[in-house]
């Protein structure tokens, strides 16, 4: 499985950023979805996640009412909009395949993963 992330870029506080990751080498209706991120000197952490069908999402505390996770079944794409963003949403963010049977949020549970794309928020 392949992963492709893109949409990021600089963006200013209160500004919103929409990011689409691409898959390609799987069946990507089978797939749970997530999205980590990885600020610099700091561990990856878990963002947002969605079940194969769409119908299960998961946020983390951080992100939630702010970040929406969806998915297109038939465009093998998953996206991150990103709204209301702050100075700490400042990472690269990473999205990833999860081929177990329950959508997981630790990055153990991701089996694939993409080359992430990077989002700055200046104050």
């Known amino acids: 499985v392949q992963l492709q992330a893109s949409g990021g870029g600089l963006v200013q506080a209160g500004g919103s950023l929409r990011l689409s990751c691409a898959a390609s080498?799987?069946?990507?209706?089978?797939?749970?979805m997530g999205w980590f991120r990885q600020a610099p000197g700091k561990e990856r952490e878990f963002v947002a996640a969605i079940s194969r069908g769409g119908g299960i999402t998961y946020y983390a505390d951080s992100v939630k009412g702010r970040f929406t996770i969806s998915r297109d079944n038939a465009k093998n794409t998953v996206y991150l909009q990103m709204n209301s963003l702050k100075p700490e949403d400042t990472a690269v963010y990473y999205c990833?395949?999860?081929?177990?049977?329950?959508?997981?949020?630790?990055?153990?549970?991701?089996?694939?993963w993409g080359q992430g794309t990077l989002v700055t928020v200046s104050s």
């Open positions: 080498g799987g069946t990507f209706s089978t797939y749970h």
């Open positions: 990833a395949v999860d081929i177990g049977r329950r959508v997981g949020t630790a990055t153990s549970e991701y089996d694939y």
